[in-house]
């Protein structure tokens, strides 16, 4: 995902450290005074409510995901691949993108990487307690943050050794300027700039490599499929499916980590239903924008055509009105009808990927150790919509 469009700043009541770390208190009063508001600072309509949320991504004749239809949008370089993907594209072209890949990210063809996933967890568990002193890890850098490329590589057809570029290539294209205050925007702009054209070389590389040699893989599907796809949009699909996947499934693992150390409760089965509690409680991805392509009245305020409203998930995950005690993580929570991937046409096609991952990683990892919280304070992920921290320091013990 990128922060394509106009989230490019963070409101104002978000803009510390702190506060990004735990915004739910803030969500909680603008969900009792102003569940739809336009703040004149970003130029753009803030969304809290369960309702409201929902009501706005399942519509997709009055909002469009796609940022080109925001009144003075302006292009920023690096993210010009990302508007050509179908996470910016309207049915029916979305629809089309969309079912090139489709099969591959479906429950029962990601069930067949579960060998893979408890392989590689096992490996990085392994690597991690090799290096350990006294058992502590990050489990960030040890686990969450490496698992997702190494499956999505794969999948892909990119060979292992490209992955540690990778993931660099990917983090710096999502990082944001947000969070911390710190960091030169311009700079930052530049180096995106940068590894997005990095990465855009190396998947052309790859795109002619698969044209001549075919695979069983996502790449040589995308550059098979009969969809009428320009060079530009060839590179976008791959990109947006390795970067899509990286942030977001790093911090559920981290982030459920946290869940379970402000619990107590580290659970060895049920991680189904806890995880998917997680994903509500702390979801890894706090906001996604829409551009209304009419006059529409939301919550008695009037949106105008080309107005951008940010629908806030992490709010909706926490509404009241829709969740028994929304402020309590309860782990065997059911129904959990929560919207940490989305909703309607755009909801996350690596949803079921993502799952497997974090539900394969936690249960390997608490099978084989008991895990004790290690930190004192947590840096929250420099980022204006994905929620997670930067580390996790934790002491294993073998059981
Ligand atoms: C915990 C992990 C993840 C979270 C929280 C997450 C969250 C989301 C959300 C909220 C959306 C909706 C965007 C919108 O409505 O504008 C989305 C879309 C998407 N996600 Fe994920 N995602 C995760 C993992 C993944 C993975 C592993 C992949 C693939 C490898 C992936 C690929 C995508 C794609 C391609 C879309 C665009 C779908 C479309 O436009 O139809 N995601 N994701």
Redesign the pocket.
Known sequence: ?SSAGPLQTFPDALSSRDAWLDPFDWYAEMRATSPVRRDPDRGCWDVFSYADVKAV?GDDETFS?DPRNATGFQARGEEAFMLE?????DPPK?DR??DV?DEF?RPSAVKSLEPFVEAETNRLLDEAMADADGGEVDLVEALAYPI?VI??AK?LGVPAEDRAQFKQWSDTIVEGTAGDGEGDAEALQQRQMEAGMELANYFRDLIADRRDDPREDLVTRIVQADADMTETELLGFCM???V???V??????ANTVRCFADADHWPRSGLETTVEEA?RYR???QA???VAREDVTLAGQRVEEGDTLV?W?GSANRDGAQFADADAFVPDRRPNQH?????????????P???L??TVALRELLGRFEVTPAWDELRPVRSSFIYGVESLPVRLTER
């Open positions: 995902m991504l995901t993907t179908m996470l910016f594209q979305h993108t969309r890949v990210f997702p499956v999505i999948m947006l499916l390795l899509a996947g990286n977001t499934t790093t911090n559920l693992v994903l979801s890894p991805v996604m924008t829409r629908c998930l919207l940490g991937f989305g909703y309607g046409t755009h909801y996350c096609l690596g949803a990927l993502a799952r991952e974090a």
